[in-house]
């Protein structure tokens, strides 16, 4: 029964993503709903980055992370090379916790 679930998921999947190139030139989009799509996609990618970077199980991640992640922001932002980025947010988070910050 999984087995058949798994392959069932895993078809559906793929034609979700095969119908975008597919069927991408019948549909006419207005520029309207291309910018409300877009920023649909901002919002959704920060309510992201927004609960991976404040929640950790059910309940508050502490400080430490919040503030490693506004420095990748931060740094990103002002489109600092990538390793940079990881690595200061990395560092930031760790010395804050070090310090005791939670």
Known sequence: ?????????AVGTYAYR??????????????RLRHLLAVAAAVLLVALVATG??????????????AGVLVAGVLAWRRAPFPVVVVASAA??????VCGVA
Do not use: E, K, N
């Open 92 to 97: 930031t988070t760790a010395l804050l916790r």
């Open 18 to 31: 095969v119908a975008g190139p597919l069927l991408g030139h019948r549909l006419a989009l207005s520029d």
């Open 53 to 66: 970077a404040l929640t950790q199980g059910h309940g508050f991640a502490g400080w430490a992370r919040p």
């Open 1 to 9: 029964m999984p087995l058949h679930a798994i392959l069932l998921l």
